[in-house]
């Protein structure tokens, strides 16, 4: 009886020493304006859009982002106009993100995966990439980014995580990435 109580009370102790702690993600659903397309984000979002050229194609970029203890989050999207080159436009893309990002290319194997969740258009651009890269003041970051692609209605509308933190915590971007639904 002696040990069981000991061990609960060193149960207990655990439990209450973590819950005081003040966890730095605060997990929340968001959703696209205009869209079906929904997330869940680590922490409360700032919010922007504008219009962006992606691979030659005007795009409605719309970013939602925020700070999670040291990790920098953020979920991109953009409807695609009706006959666009989806493929064309996500590769664009993503050479856009890891040139941004100063990513070595070309990625070494296992840096590049297919990356499709349930509902998602199966494009071989659908991609989730984790490279080495620098920061824009030339510090070490590293990224945990994916894209991917779903129909809405005659268009396709592209979409965009990423995650840059000097070590990522696997957790975060895997619910984040998980979390994505069209």
């Given at each position: 009886m002696r040990i069981y109580s000991s061990a609960l009370v060193a149960s207990l102790f655990g439990a209450l020493t973590l819950s005081a702690c003040s966890?730095?993600?605060?997990?929340?659903?968001?959703a696209f304006e205009g869209s079906a397309l929904k997330v869940?984000?680590?922490?409360?979002?700032?919010?922007?859009?504008?219009?962006?050229?992606?691979?030659?194609?005007?795009?409605?970029?719309?970013?939602?982002g925020c700070e999670s203890g040291s990790a920098m989050v953020a979920v991109m999207s953009a409807a695609l106009p009706a006959g666009?080159?989806?493929?064309?436009?996500?590769?664009a893309w993503q050479k856009a993100t890891l040139d941004n990002a100063r990513v070595t290319q070309p990625l070494a194997a296992g840096q590049q995966l297919a990356w499709h969740r349930p509902g998602q258009l199966p494009?071989?651009?659908?991609?989730?990439?984790?490279?080495?890269?620098?920061?824009?003041?030339g510090e070490p970051v590293n990224m945990d980014a994916v894209w991917g692609a779903v129909?809405?209605?005659e268009r396709v509308r592209l979409l965009h995580a990423v995650v840059y933190d000097r070590k990522i915590a696997v957790e975060l971007s895997t619910t984040l990435f998980e979390s994505i639904q069209p």
């Amino acid at each position: 009886m002696r040990i069981y109580s000991s061990a609960l009370v060193a149960s207990l102790f655990g439990a209450l020493t973590l819950s005081a702690c003040s966890p730095a993600q605060n997990w929340r659903d968001v959703a696209f304006e205009g869209s079906a397309l929904k997330v869940q984000l680590p922490c409360k979002p700032d919010r922007t859009a504008r219009s962006v050229p992606l691979g030659g194609v005007p795009v409605e970029l719309q970013v939602m982002g925020c700070e999670s203890g040291s990790a920098m989050v953020a979920v991109m999207s953009a409807a695609l106009p009706a006959g666009s080159d989806a493929s064309a436009v996500m590769t664009a893309w993503q050479k856009a993100t890891l040139d941004n990002a100063r990513v070595t290319q070309p990625l070494a194997a296992g840096q590049q995966l297919a990356w499709h969740r349930p509902g998602q258009l199966p494009l071989t651009t659908s991609l989730r990439v984790q490279a080495p890269g620098l920061r824009a003041n030339g510090e070490p970051v590293n990224m945990d980014a994916v894209w991917g692609a779903v129909a809405e209605g005659e268009r396709v509308r592209l979409l965009h995580a990423v995650v840059y933190d000097r070590k990522i915590a696997v957790e975060l971007s895997t619910t984040l990435f998980e979390s994505i639904q069209p």
